[in-house]
């Protein structure tokens, strides 16, 4: 069975740092993508970092610069490093794995994360 849990999540000061992780029970070459959305009060559920099977990855521009999205096939989990943090990363942050051949979207439960002062 497909579980992601997240962990990591907390608060932090604007411009703090905080590391998310996503542990997986499944190896993670099963995934062609893997990728931490994030859903802020009021809004709707958006992507912000996208690590592809061959190493590549791609950001929003809300975070491109700040946050470092990295995977350890070893360990099976996924990881966010947040730098440079705003209020305005506040929201709950998922995990995703995404299966190309078959289509299947795999999500963790979320972790909240605060910036404030």
């Known amino acids: 069975q497909v579980q992601l849990v997240e962990s990591g999540g907390g608060w932090a000061q604007p411009g703090g740092s905080l590391r998310l992780s996503c542990t997986v029970t499944?190896?993670?070459?099963?995934?062609?993508?893997m990728g931490w959305y994030r859903q802020a009060p009021g809004n709707e559920r958006e992507l912000g970092a996208t690590i592809f099977r061959f190493g590549s990855s791609q950001y929003a521009d809300s975070v491109k610069g700040r946050f470092t999205i990295s995977r350890d096939y070893a360990k099976n989990t996924m990881s966010l490093q947040m730098n440079s943090r705003k209020p305005e990363d506040t929201a709950v942050y998922y995990c995703?794995?995404?299966?190309?051949?078959?289509?299947?979207?795999?999500w963790g439960q979320g972790t909240q994360v605060t910036v404030s002062s």
């Open positions: 995703n794995g995404h299966k190309e051949n078959d289509g299947s979207d795999y």
């Open positions: 499944v190896s993670l070459f099963g995934f062609n993508t």
